[in-house]
Nanobody
């Protein structure tokens, strides 16, 4: 089992940057593929990015390609999401999630553990 705690959210102007972190408990972080999802008010939880267990492969939703970068440091049990050129439509609660697999996935149903979320607000 793994517990996830996100941090790094906040209020930023359009065009700005934020880096989200997701700290994982336990000693088996490198057994999990990881993902970032986001949920805006009144909307479903949407896929943002995913990364394999060793960081060798990543995948992004089209709307964030070229602006967001997912990465992980298995020695620190931490997942990151670097967000650049932020837009008002990026405003949402961002969640990290762990999947008991070496391969990532864009479906929230494939993930076994979730953090509590961190709010990202981008003003225009």
């Amino acid at each position: 089992q793994v517990q996830l705690v996100e941090s790094g959210g906040g209020l930023v102007q359009a065009g700005g940057s934020l880096r989200l972190s997701c700290a994982a408990s336990g000693r088996t972080f490198n057994r999990y593929a990881m993902g970032w999802f986001r949920q805006a008010p009144g909307k479903e939880r949407d896929f943002v990015a995913t990364i394999t267990w060793n960081g060798a492969a990543t995948h992004y939703t089209d709307s964030v390609k070229g602006r967001f970068t997912i990465s992980r440091d298995n020695a620190k049990n931490t997942l990151y999401l670097q967000m650049n050129s932020l837009k008002p439509e990026d405003t949402a609660v961002y969640y990290c999630a762990a999947r008991t697999s070496v391969s990532g996935s864009s479906s929230p149903h494939d993930y076994d553990y979730w953090g509590q979320g961190t709010q990202v607000t981008v003003s225009s």
